[in-house]
């Protein structure tokens, strides 16, 4: 039975953030907001809710082990597995706001999370408010600053109209969110206590693949439709929204004091690893690109981190 909650709790995920990323993609151009826009916060916010809401609820739940995993694990999983998977099928090319904005913001925001949790062992409200805080200015840096070298997502539409449906989708996105959040966390509690395992290993795998679903499903449609629109920045955006959005909001809400030293001393550095790691290979062998060679690479990273965490 756990099994099937967790299968069932994902597919809801899934689902409920496809249902809310139409929905408030459709409202925002209905309401004639610029695609720029859209593409930096609806769109970040809505692929993100999965993670978010696992994470507020497994805090409130009292499992801080499964909210702070969640984060870890996804980000690691959209740079070694979404993007090794990406660019092994097809390479992409490394613009400059990689290394000019995307990159630096990343980094810089994982230290600071790093340097939170390291030196307290836990995620404070007032911490929390600063990762919001920081999020908050990164849009404004994007927006108002950078503006000019970014380019717009014109592949961006609405795929509905109807106000009815827009609504519908809302609402059934968000009990969709709700209800999965609510059987995925239980199944994997009940299935870490039934097979002698830790949450942390739980959420790391099978919770953090789960939530990355929608940024893996989205490349591939967006490689199959032959679409140049996935870009790096895209999974780096979202593992900056998922430190400064999805855990400082949790925090806010839910001080998250975790439990298992290994979040820090072990998952925690594969994290800053990965992230590094994405410098050096869009230069070596072939500058600016990222292809096959590379994608290997951070797919045997990832392998390796299952591997150690599991033996």
């Known amino acids: 039975m756990d099994y099937i909650a967790i299968f069932f709790g994902l597919l ?4 409920g953030g496809d249902w809310l990323l139409k929905a408030a993609v459709a409202l925002s151009i209905n309401l004639s907001i610029p695609k720029i826009v859209i593409g930096m916060t609806v769109v970040s916010f809505a692929t993100s809710a999965p993670e978010l809401i696992v994470s507020v609820k497994s805090a409130l739940m009292g499992h801080p082990d499964l909210a702070m995993g969640n984060v870890i694990g996804s980000n690691i999983a959209n740079l070694a597995l979404v993007l090794g998977i990406v660019i092994l099928i097809e390479p992409i090319i490394v613009t400059k706001n990689f290394f000019r904005t995307d990159w630096p913001i990343m980094f810089l925001s994982t230290m600071i999370f790093y340097f939170f949790i390291k030196n307290n062992k ?3 409200i007032n911490e929390g408010v600063i990762l919001f805080t920081l999020l908050i200015a990164v849009l404004i840096f994007l927006l108002f600053l ?11 539409v609405s795929e509905v109209s109807s106000k009815k449906v827009i ?3 809302f609402f059934g996105g968000g009990i969709a969110l709700w209800l999965g959040s609510e059987m995925l966390i239980k199944g994997s509690v009940s299935l870490a206590q039934e097979i002698g395992i830790s949450e942390r290993i739980i959420s790391i795998s099978i919770i953090s693949i789960g939530t990355s679903i929608p940024e893996l499903s989205a490349s591939l449609v967006a490689i199959f439709k032959k679409e140049k629109a996935i870009s790096l920045g895209n999974l780096i955006g979202s593992n900056i929204f998922n430190i400064l ?11 998250i004091v975790f439990f298992d030293q290994n979040l820090i001393e072990s998952d ?6 990965i992230s590094v ?3 050096p290979l869009a230069f070596i062998p072939k ?3 990222l292809g096959r060679f590379e994608g290997a690479i951070l797919l045997c990273c990832y392998a390796i981190f299952l591997y150690q965490m599991f033996k």
């Open 167 to 169: 609504l519908s989708l």
């Open 277 to 279: 790691l994405i410098l």
């Open 12 to 15: 809801l995920l899934v689902k």
């Open 268 to 273: 925690f550095l594969w994290m800053i690893f």
């Open 122 to 124: 836990d995620l404070t």
């Open 245 to 255: 959005a999805v855990m400082g909001i949790t925090a806010m809400i839910q001080p």
């Open 287 to 289: 500058r600016m690109k």
């Open 146 to 156: 950078q503006k000019n070298n970014i380019v717009d997502d014109s592949s961006l």
